[in-house]
Nanobody
Framework: VQLVESGGGEVQAGGSLRLSCAASGFTFEDYAIAWFRQAPEKEREGVACIGTGEGNTNVADSVKGRFTISRDNAKNTVYLQMNSLKPTDTAVYYC???????????????WGQGTQVTVSS
């Protein structure tokens, strides 16, 4: 089982990035996928989650209207489109997968290694 994040980097405030989470080793379409982030000396924060059904998405209030989560089951990939980025969005972003059918999930079976996003002012 693997979850591999990509697309992170450094961007100026107001810019955009699109993160990808590529999955393998499990039946992707049966799993809810979420993005989390963790900034230095801060607790991990749930950012967005997408379920297996059409239109099942949750987005944290802190990023609502700026971040969009989507999935492409044909590519076993979930995306996080991040627009209007702020310095406070700086963190390591992780994706995670849950297969128990609950939405939003309470816990996750698999985690990726993370990708760094740095937003400069």
């Amino acid at each position: 089982v693997q979850l591999v994040e990509s697309g992170g980097g450094e961007v100026q405030a107001g810019g955009s990035l699109r993160l990808s989470c590529a999955a393998s080793g499990f039946t992707f379409e049966d799993y809810a996928i979420a993005w989390f982030r963790q900034a230095p000396e801060k607790e991990r924060e749930g950012v967005a989650c997408i379920g297996t059904g059409e239109g099942n998405t949750n987005v944290a209030d802190s990023v609502k209207g700026r971040f969009t989560i989507s999935r492409d089951n044909a590519k076993n990939t979930v995306y996080l489109q991040m627009n209007s980025l702020k310095p406070t969005d700086t963190a390591v972003y992780y994706c995670a997968a849950n297969g128990d059918g609950h939405f939003p999930p309470d816990e996750y079976d698999y985690w990726g290694q993370g990708t760094q996003v740095t937003v400069s002012s």
